[in-house]
C-alpha cells in the first residue's frame, strides 16, 4: 500500500491532503501540532491531548487525496513556519497503525546567507570575547603545547572535537604561574615570540585559559595573535538549558553539547528531563514513573504529543548520568537536574496513582492543553512521591542544587479540590500561587535538610508565604521584569528571558524558518541585545548569578534538529555570561559567527545559516 501526506500552511490554517493507493475504510488520523488543533474541515476530531489529536476520517478512496483543513484551538497560535505543521503523523485503522510517510522538511534550512563582516581590527577571533586584549603586534605560530598539568580536559575536548591534538611531546611550553587575585576561573595569558606564559587563579582558570589557547589556534589559522589576554566571567552561573522530556536526546548528544558548551566557557548544563510527556531518569524511589511513561505514542500513558508519532522516547539510566556529570566534570560543568512540579506533570500523574485529589472536579487547562498535569499538594500520594524522589536524584548530582520546576501552573489549579480547599484553611492561603508557594517551601525545607538548595523558574516566587523561600534560586523566563522583582525580594536570580535566551524560537518570521514564536523571534543579535543587569536594577548586581539558554524540544524529533537552533546563537548566551556589559553588540557578535563558522563546521555542529 502506498500512503502519501503533505500539509501546508495557508493563513491561519493547516491543510493536509491525505492518499491511498488502495481503499480504506474509516481510517483515524493521528498526529500533533505545537498546539492545541482543532477541526475545520475534512474530519471529526475525536481524542485531543494537549497538541495531539485524532480526527475521524472518511473512507479513502484511491485516486482522490482527501483534504483535512485545521486551525489551532487558540487564535493567537497561528502556524507560524513549517515546525507549526503535522509532525509524527500516522493512520489507525482498526487496530493497525500505517505510518504516514515521513516529512522531508524537517529541521532547519541549510542556505547560506550574506557573507558575516569582517572581525574589527581590536577583536581576538575568541567568544567570548576576553576582558581585556592588549596586543603586541606580532603573530606566533603556534600547533601544540608540551604536557601541562591540569589541560587534560582542554586536551581530551580537541581530540573529541576532531581537533588537532592540543597537547603532545615536543609541543611548546606553557609556563604556569598563580595569582589569586585573578579569581577562581580567572587566567592572565601572554603570547609572545619568546613563549607562552599564563597566571591563573586556580584550575578553572587554567583549563580556561587552555581552551583561549585551543580556540585561537583553529580561529586563527595556527598564528596567534602575541599579547596579553586577561580574562574573568562576569558571572558565575553561565548556563544551557535542553529539554530532554518532549523530545529524548541521546546521551551522546548530550556529551556532544557538553564539548560545545566548554569551548565557550560555559559551565552549567540544566538537564530537563522531565515535563508533561515522560519523566525520562531512571531512580529507584518510583520505578513506575520513568517505566511508564519513557515512550510515548500508540497505546502508551501519553500519546504521540509533540511528534511522538507511533511510538518515540527513552529513558536516562543511572550510569547515562554518572557518563554526564563524569564528563561535565573534565570541562568545569556542572550539571542541574529539574524534577518539574507541581504543574507540567501530565507524565507524572498518569504513571503513578494517588496524586490527585480523587474530589478534584476542577477543569483547569494548561498553556499546552493538557486536562491533568498538575500533582496536589493536599494528598499524601504526592509527598510519598516526591521527598524521596527529589532527594534521590539530588543525590546524583555533585552540585548540590535540584530544580523543582515550578512554572505555568494552569489558571485555577486546584480551584476544584476539596482536599486543597481544607489545606487553604488549614495553612492561611487562598490562592493557587499561595498553594504552589506554600508547597514548594515545604519541598525547599525537606531538600534543605539535607544540604540540597533549590531552584526553581520565576513563578516560584509567588505565594502570599513568600513562595519558594529566599534561598532559592530563581530562572526569570518571561522577561526580566520577574528576575529584577525576585532578584529585590532577596533570591539570586538567572536570567534566561525567552525574548533573547529562547534557542527554541524561530530565528526569523520567515515562513520557512523552523521554530516557536510565542516571544518573538531570535536572530544572532538578539542574543547580546540585553543586559542580565537591565539599567535601572544595578542595586541588584550581587543577586544576578547568571544567564542561561533554554532549548526546548517542542518540535524536535531527531537530535541534530537542535543544532542549528542552538548555534550560532549559543556565541550569544556565552558573551552575556562572561564579558563585562556592552562589550559585543549584535554587529560583533555576528562578524565573531563568521569566524567561528569554519570551527562549527570542523566540529561538525550544525548552524544557521541563512542570515
Ligand atoms: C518555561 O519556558 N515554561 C520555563
Known amino acids: 500500500m502506498t500512503l502519501t501526506f503533505a500539509s501546508r ?16 475504510a474509516a481510517p483515524t488520523l493521528c498526529f500533533s501540532l505545537m498546539a492545541a488543533p482543532k477541526v475545520v474541515s475534512g474530519g471529526t476530531m475525536v481524542r485531543r491531548v494537549a497538541g495531539y489529536a485524532e480526527i475521524a476520517l472518511p473512507d479513502l478512496v484511491p485516486g482522490t487525496e482527501h483534504e483535512v483543513v485545521l486551525e489551532h484551538a487558540h487564535k493567537e497560535f ?24 515521513p516529512r522531508t522538511d524537517l529541521g532547519l534550512r541549510e542556505v547560506d546567507g550574506p557573507p558575516a563582516p569582517a572581525l574589527p581590527a581590536d577583536r581576538v577571533p575568541l567568544v567570548p570575547q576576553p576582558t581585556e586584549w592588549r596586543p603586541s603586534g606580532a603573530t606566533v605560530a603556534f600547533a601544540t603545547l608540551a604536557h601541562v598539568p591540569g589541560l587534560d580536559g582542554v586536551a581530551d575536548l580537541a581530540v573529541r572535537l576532531g581537533l588537532a591534538p592540543l597537547m603532545q611531546a615536543g609541543g611548546a611550553a606553557l609556563v604556569v604561574g598563580e595569582d589569586p587575585a585573578l579569581g577562581a576561573e580567572g587566567y592572565r595569558l601572554t603570547i609572545a615570540p619568546a613563549g607562552l606564559s599564563v597566571t591563573v587563579g586556580g584550575p578553572a582558570g587554567l583549563h580556561y585559559a587552555g581552551i583561549t589557547l585551543l580556540t585561537l589556534r583553529e580561529t586563527c589559522g595556527g598564528k596567534l595573535p602575541c599579547g596579553t589576554i586577561t580574562d574573568t566571567p562576569r558571572f558565575g552561573y553561565r548556563g544551557q538549558h535542553l529539554d530532554c522530556a518532549r523530545h529524548f536526546f541521546g546521551v551522546d548528544f548530550i556529551l556532544r553539547l557538553l564539548d560545545l558548551m566548554a569551548l565557550l566557557k560555559l559551565n552549567r548544563f540544566h538537564w ?27 497505546g502508551e500513558l501519553v500519546p504521540g504529543v509533540f511528534g511522538g508519532g507511533i511510538r518515540a522516547g527513552g529513558s536516562y539510566s543511572k550510569a547515562d548520568v554518572a557518563r ?6 573534565t570541562l568545569q560543568i556542572e550539571v542541574l537536574p529539574e524534577i518539574e512540579v507541581p504543574a507540567h506533570s501530565h ?41 524521596p524522589l527529589a532527594k534521590e536524584v539530588a543525590g546524583l548530582f555533585p552540585l548540590g542544587i535540584l530544580h523543582l520546576g515550578a512554572d505555568e501552573a494552569p489558571h485555577g489549579a486546584w480551584d476544584g479540590s476539596p482536599a486543597v480547599a481544607a489545606l487553604k484553611a488549614r495553612e492561611g492561603l487562598s490562592t493557587s500561587d499561595d498553594v504552589q508557594g506554600w508547597m514548594l517551601a515545604k519541598l525547599a525545607a525537606e531538600l534543605g535538610s539535607e544540604g540540597v538548595r533549590v531552584a526553581a523558574w520565576e513563578e516560584a516566587a509567588k505565594g502570599c508565604q513568600g513562595g519558594i523561600g529566599n534561598a532559592a534560586l530563581l530562572f526569570s523566563w518571561t522577561g526580566q521584569g520577574p528576575g529584577i522583582e525576585a532578584a529585590r525580594r532577596g533570591h539570586d536570580v538567572v536570567m534566561c528571558p525567552a525574548q533573547h535566551a529562547y534557542f527554541d524560537l524561530a530565528h526569523s518570521p520567515d515562513p520557512d524558518d523552523w521554530g516557536a514564536a510565542w516571544a518573538g523571534f531570535v536572530p544572532l543579535e538578539k542574543t547580546v541585545a540585553w543586559d542580565p543587569v537591565p539599567k535601572g536594577a544595578e542595586n541588584i548586581t550581587p543577586r544576578i548569578a547568571g544567564v542561561e539558554a533554554c532549548f526546548w524540544g517542542e518540535f524536535t524529533v531527531e537530535d541534530s534538529q537542535a543544532e542549528g537552533m542552538i548555534a550560532p546563537r549559543i556565541l550569544g548566551i556565552a558573551t552575556k555570561g562572561w564579558e563585562p556589559a556592552g562589550r559585543t553588540d549584535g554587529s560583533a557578535l555576528r562578524a565573531l559567527a563568521g569566524a567561528y563558522a569554519p570551527l562549527f563546521d570542523s566540529i561538525g555542529w550544525k548552524r544557521y545559516r541563512s542570515a
Not at 492543553?369 to 521527598?387: E, H, K, Q, S
Open 272 to 298: 530537563h528531563f522531565a515535563d508533561d510527556e515522560a519523566f525520562r531518569l531512571e531512580v529507584e524511589t518510583q520505578p513506575l514513573l520513568w517505566q511508564r511513561t519513557v515512550f510515548r505514542g500508540e
Open 347 to 387: 507524565a507524572m500523574v498518569k504513571a503513578v496513582p494517588g496524586l490527585r485529589d480523587p474530589g478534584d472536579n476542577g477543569e483547569e487547562v494548561s498553556v499546552q492543553g493538557y486536562l491533568d498535569n498538575i500533582v496536589n499538594p493536599a494528598v499524601p500520594g504526592t509527598w510519598d512521591l516526591l521527598v
Open 78 to 101: 497561528g502556524p507560524r513556519n513549517r515546525a507549526w505543521l503535522p509532525l509524527g503523523a500516522y493512520l489507525r485503522v482498526g487496530k493497525e497503525c500505517l505510518p504516514l510517510p
Open 324 to 329: 554526564v556529570v563524569a564528563r561535565a566534570k
Open 9 to 24: 500552511i495557508d493563513g491561519i490554517q493547516i491543510r493536509c491532503l491525505i492518499g491511498s493507493d488502495r481503499p480504506i
